[in-house]
């Protein structure tokens, strides 16, 4: 009876052992949960609208390429969860319809955007040097100032203040330290008179960002951060 004893738990014993999941370093310097963070970051931005393919057509495809900078400053709920605020700017180019001819045209636009993000590898509880993440995120943009436009009939009107929502995915990479370096490829959405023209065809001006950016998460880790 004793060694049937022995060998059950023998047996339990090892079977538990096979069945957890080992835990990521206590005080692991990739684990940012209740930590603040802030990042800065630039890159080129397309906005895609009804006219812009009439840049390409007229061989002035790389004057529809805009620049982005943006300010970010965020905090993590948990080691997979944190919430980015962010502010950008971007001078905007956009075209009029091309009736008869071709009607290139600037304008600034303000974005503020809250970001819900997840740590994919986080969730997957290995706190680790490489972050990718997905992001969700609302907000509006604020359009002023465009440049001037000789066309027959149409002509911007400014400025707008749109309601907006946005999606991506981040590609992070940290050091012990805190800072960081990442890439953000994201897409933005914006109500039709974003860019100062009349609703005509799709309902929303869509934006595709790529940014490069440095980030810095401050404080250290503490605790293991449940998920």
């Not at 304008?107 to 809250?114: N, P, R, S, T």
Request: aromatic residues 20%; negative net charge; contains cysteine.
């Amino acid at each position: 009876m004793r060694k049937i004893v022995t060998l059950f738990v023998a047996l339990l014993l090892t079977t538990l052992a096979f069945a957890t999941k080992p835990l990521p370093a206590r005080y692991s310097p990739y684990q940012y949960g209740h930590r603040w963070y802030f990042s800065l970051q630039g890159g080129p931005a397309l906005l895609s609208t009804e006219h812009i393919d009439s840049y390409f057509k007229n061989g002035r495809g790389w004057e529809a390429i805009s620049w982005q900078g943006a300010l970010s400053f965020g905090y993590y709920f948990s080691d997979a969860w944190d919430l980015r605020i962010s502010g950008s700017y971007t001078y905007s180019a956009d075209a009029c319809s091309p009736y008869k001819g071709f009607y290139p045209y600037h304008f600034h636009a303000a974005h503020l955007f809250a970001d819900m993000m997840l740590n994919l590898t986080a969730l997957a509880e290995y706190n680790i040097a490489f972050n990718p993440k997905l992001y969700l995120g609302v907000g509006g943009a604020y359009t002023f100032g465009a440049t001037a436009v000789n066309h027959p009939y149409e002509v911007p009107d400014f400025p707008n203040l749109t309601p907006a929502f946005r999606l991506g995915s981040v590609f992070e990479f940290n050091a012990r330290s805190g800072w960081g370096w990442f890439l953000d490829l994201g897409a933005e959405a914006f109500t039709d008179w974003y860019n100062g023209l009349e609703p005509d065809g799709f309902p929303l001006d869509l934006q595709f960002n790529v940014s490069f950016g440095l980030v810095y998460h401050f404080g250290n880790a503490k605790t293991v951060s449940k998920y």
